[in-house]
């Protein structure tokens, strides 16, 4: 059933977000829009089933700075390829729909974060859902778990 469907996509991807960094509670706290800043990630829904109250989610992305995010995007149809792409945070939101956004408890090293966007620029990696896809890279920016470039 399309219930039924919906709630595995649901347990999937929350799955991946919460096991990728065990105590995700713990170490983010959800913020408002109207806060956003350099460090934010943004959670990108996949659907919501019949009432409109389970959310899972698709897409993470991180907020650079003076509307920007940048995130990891599977090339469709390409096998495990993939584009680290920066875009406007409007254009995104625009494109994919409402988003929840999340920030780092304790902040986040600056020069740490654009040192990896940078780094991210001018690298490649590839696909795998269980362990480098768009919530691992969203994570790796930030410095919490380890992420594969070429």
């Known amino acids: 059933s399309p219930q039924s469907n919906c709630r595995r996509k649901k347990e999937m991807l929350s799955f991946l977000l919460f ?14 829009e109207s806060t956003i800043q350099t460090g934010d990630i943004l959670l990108f829904p996949i659907e919501t089933c019949s009432s409109g109250s389970i959310w899972s989610f ?32 409007k254009a995104m939101k625009k494109d994919r729909g409402k988003c929840e956004i999340y920030r780092k408890k304790d902040g986040i090293d600056l020069n740490d974060f654009y040192s990896k966007v940078r780094e991210a620029m001018n690298s490649e990696a ?20 380890d992420f594969y470039m070429q």
């Open 58 to 89: 698709k897409h993470a992305a991180v907020y650079c700075n003076e509307g920007e995010v940048i995130h990891l995007q599977k090339i469709r149809s390409s096998g495990n390829r993939t584009w680290i792409i920066k875009e406007g945070y």
């Open 126 to 145: 590839k696909y795998d859902i269980t362990k480098n896809n768009c919530i691992h890279f969203a994570l790796f920016l930030l410095g919490l778990v």
């Open 19 to 32: 096991k990728t960094l065990p105590g995700f509670k713990d170490v983010f706290s959800k913020v408002s």
